[in-house]
C-alpha cells in the first residue's frame, strides 16, 4: 500500500493512516527545492502569502497562489516546491501520510466510505493537486489533529484517528461542493480532456498530459473518457487530427508532406496510414479528389 489517498485498495480493504511528518511552520524570503513523497501532504495556509508549484507529467511547472484560509492537497508522488517572495511570509499548517494495516482505533478508510459516498467518489476521482478554500472547518480540524499528533506520536491514538476520519470527510465535501453544479465530476474531467485535445492536438500528446491538465490519473481518464464519449481517448484524438488533415488537405495549399505536422503526428509514414484507416483513402488520393470536384463545379 503506497502512499496515494487514490487506491482502489482503501476502498476494498481496511486500512488506517500512518502519519509521517506534521507540524506549524513559518516561511520567509525561502524557495524550496522540487521533492515528492511517497505519501499525501495537505498544505495548509494560515496567514501571510505563497506559492506552491507543482510540476506535471510533461515537466511543466504549474504554480497555485494560496490566499489565507487557502489549502493543497497533492497526491504521492508529486513533485512540488513552496515559494514565499523576497520580503512576505506565510504560516503554514502540513500533514503528510500514507496507509497502513487496520489498527482497529477507529473505523478504516474502507469502513468509512463504504458509509459515506461522498468520501467514495473522492477516493475515486484522482488528482495529482487541488486547492480548495475552507470556511475553517477543516482548519479546526486539521489543527487538533496536528496538535494531538504533537502529543502522541506518529502512532497516534484513537483521538488522532478519529480527527483523521473527520478530516477526510470534510475534505471530501468541501471538494464536492467545489465542484460545478451541472454535471457529475466525471463530466466535468471529460469536458476538461475534451478542451485540452482540441487545443494541442497539432503537438504531440500523451494520455498522462491531458490527465495531468485536469488533475486525474490517467487510468481514470481513459476509463470515464470512453463511458462519456464512446471512444477511448487516443481514439477521440486521432479522429480530431483526422478531421483537420482533411480540413488542411480539402482548404489550404500546404504541401501534402507537411500536413502531418500540423496535426501533431510526427512520421509521415503512420500518418498516411491512419488517414487511410480513417478516410479510406490516402492524403493524395483526397486532395486529389477535392481538385477534381472543384475543376468539374467549374466547367
Known amino acids: 500500500m503506497n502512499g496515494s489517498l487514490f487506491q482502489q485498495g482503501l476502498l476494498d480493504g481496511d486500512y488506517s493512516p500512518h ?39 510533461s515537466g511543466k511547472d504549474i504554480p497555485y497562489q494560496l490566499k489565507r484560509g487557502e489549502l493543497i492537497l497533492l497526491d504521492a508522488g508529486v513533485p512540488h516546491r513552496l515559494i514565499v517572495d523576497n520580503g512576505a511570509s506565510c504560516r503554514m499548517l502540513n500533514v503528510e501520510f500514507a496507509f497502513t494495516e ?10 468509512l466510505a463504504r458509509e459515506e ?16 478554500a475552507d470556511q475553517e472547518e477543516v482548519f479546526h480540524v486539521l489543527k487538533a489533529l496536528v496538535l494531538e ?21 470534510r475534505l471530501s465535501r468541501l471538494r464536492r461542493e467545489a465542484l460545478p453544479a451541472s454535471g457529475q465530476p466525471s463530466q466535468l474531467y471529460v469536458r476538461r480532456a475534451v478542451e485540452f485535445l482540441h487545443q494541442n492536438y497539432d503537438r504531440s500528446l500523451q ?62 509514414q503512420y500518418f498516411h496510414l491512419l488517414f487511410k484507416k480513417y478516410t479510406g483513402c490516402t492524403p493524395i488520393e483526397y486532395r486529389n479528389s477535392i481538385e477534381r470536384s472543384s475543376w468539374k463545379d467549374e466547367q
Not at 31 to 47: C, F, K, P, R, V
Not at 117 to 132: D, G, K, M, N, Q
Not at 242 to 264: C, H, N, T, W
Open 19 to 57: 502519519f509521517l511528518a506534521y507540524y506549524y511552520k513559518q516561511w520567509s524570503n525561502y524557495t524550496m527545492a522540487y521533492h515528492q513523497h511517497n505519501s499525501t501532504e495537505i498544505m495548509y495556509l494560515i496567514s501571510g502569502s505563497c506559492a506552491v508549484e507543482v510540476r506535471d507529467g
Open 102 to 111: 487496520y489498527s482497529g482505533l477507529a473505523p478504516s478508510v474502507g469502513r
Open 117 to 132: 459516498e461522498t468520501l467514495a467518489e473522492f477516493i475515486r476521482s484522482p488528482f495529482t493537486s487541488l486547492v480548495l
Open 149 to 169: 499528533l504533537d502529543q502522541r506520536g506518529r502512532n497516534g491514538s484513537s483521538m488522532v484517528h478519529l480527527l483523521f476520519s473527520e478530516l477526510l470527510l
Open 207 to 268: 494520455v498522462k498530459e491531458v490527465a495531468d491538465s485536469v488533475n486525474v490519473h490517467p487510468g481514470y481518464l481513459h476509463r470515464i473518457f470512453r463511458i462519456h464519449t464512446g471512444q477511448t481517448l487516443t481514439d477521440y484524438l486521432n479522429t480530431l487530427r483526422m478531421e483537420k488533415a482533411r480540413m488542411l488537405l480539402g482548404q489550404s495549399e500546404i504541401p501534402v508532406a507537411e500536413i502531418a505536422d500540423y496535426v501533431g503526428i510526427s512520421s509521415r
